[in-house]
């Protein structure tokens, strides 16, 4: 599989629409990671004639390193711990104290992302959950158990582009893995795009908003600015 650099967000997920093109018109649902794949599942609800969500999961970070995720959490408390958490120390008590705090920020969230109207439910619908790449995989586990959990007709995991051995982990979990580039070297997401911009809260807050107002569909892609790099 052939490896590069997305120019941004936007340009992956126009990628990562063309092999999506089944879904369009069959009213997916399509269930971004907060926060950066927000922009993308924008556009992939839009093309798809879909609606737009979010799948609320946080990673629980290193001790040591708190940017290396060594598991994550859905809203339900669920929780996924990577086979490497032991090599690294972590004791039982520090794992309970960052869940504690991860499930805190999952409901503050919540509250902000969607405070007038509650979840869309995927029960019997098609569900895309999309991320902006995928390192060591704990936020898709995460993501997609709880999805899986609501009972959808059908679970797609889409990513631009994919560390190969979390990549492994992934395909049992989902129906379908649509994933555009799996490089024989990963680092970060970040290596992957030009240009990577944060996207904060209230930007996610303002995409799912347009997304909810009848002019949904032809409403422009939100363009954060701010750059940072993740690992999750």
């Not at 927000?38 to 737009?52: N, R, V």
């Not at 290193?62 to 690294?88: C, F, Q, R, V």
Request: charged content about 20%; some cysteine; hydrophobic content about 45%.
């Amino acid at each position: 599989m052939s490896t590069g650099i997305f120019n941004d967000r936007v340009d992956a997920a126009r990628a990562l629409l063309e092999r999506l093109q089944e879904y369009r018109g069959r009213n997916p649902l399509v269930l971004a990671i907060p926060r950066g794949a927000a922009p993308m599942g924008q556009i992939l609800a839009q093309q798809l004639d879909g609606e737009l969500d979010v799948v609320l999961v946080h990673k629980l970070g290193a001790l040591l390193d708190p940017e290396l995720a060594i598991g994550a959490i859905d809203e339900s408390g669920w929780t996924y711990l990577a086979p490497m958490i032991e090599e690294l120390g972590e004791t039982h008590r520090m794992i309970e104290q960052t869940k504690a705090r991860q499930l805190e920020t999952l409901k503050k969230r919540r509250a902000q992302y969607t405070p007038f109207a509650p979840p869309i439910d995927p029960r019997g619908r098609i569900a895309i959950v999309v991320d902006d790449g995928l390192a060591t995989g704990a936020t898709m586990i995460a993501a997609l158990h709880a999805v899986r959990a609501r009972k959808p007709a059908e679970l797609i995991c889409a990513v631009p582009v994919a560390a190969a051995d979390s990549l492994q982990q992934i395909y049992p979990l989902a129906d379908k893995v649509v994933v555009l580039q799996v490089p024989s070297y990963f680092g970060a997401v970040s290596q992957f795009y030009r240009h990577f911009p944060a996207v904060t809260d209230e930007e996610v807050a303002h995409i799912l908003a347009v997304a909810r107002t009848p002019a949904a569909h032809t409403s422009p892609a939100y363009a954060p600015e701010r750059q940072t790099g993740k690992r999750e």
